[in-house]
């Protein structure tokens, strides 16, 4: 049974760095996708980043392009967010997620991503 596992959030100070991990246990992904979520309060839920396990699909949202990062370790099974020049807007729990991988761009957009973690929250004060 496939277990995510977040962590990384925190308080932080808008400008700070911070990077995300996510550790994707109890069976083998190499064959699909991993994704980054966040949710404010009151807000739906935001697609962040995704990527396949090869690193050789990434797909951003328009929005947070430039500012995100998203990799993955193969040999720890291990999914990263780097996130720079934080801003009170990024506020939000931040959810990985497995899904299936897929061609074409902005497909990760498109796909469900059915297994999820149980999110890390971060807090960006100005």
């Known amino acids: 049974q496939a277990q995510l596992v977040e962590s990384g959030g925190g308080l932080v100070q808008a400008g700070d760095s911070l990077t995300l991990s996510c550790a994707a246990g109890g069976r083998t992904y190499s064959a699909l996708a991993m994704g980054w979520f966040r949710q404010a309060p009151v807000k739906d839920r935001e697609f962040v980043a995704a990527?396949?396990?090869?690193?050789?699909?990434?797909d951003y949202a328009d929005s947070l392009k430039g500012r995100f990062t998203i990799s993955v370790d193969n040999a720890k099974n291990m999914v990263y967010l780097h996130v720079n020049s934080l801003k009170p807007e990024d506020t939000a729990t931040y959810y990985c997620?497995?899904?299936?991988?897929?061609?074409?761009?902005?497909?990760?957009?498109?796909?469900?991503?059915?297994?999820w973690g149980q999110g890390t929250q971060v807090t960006v004060s100005s």
């Open positions: 990527i396949n396990w090869s690193g050789s699909n990434v």
């Open positions: 997620a497995v899904g299936p991988d897929c061609i074409g761009e902005g497909c990760y957009r498109r796909v469900e991503f059915a297994i």
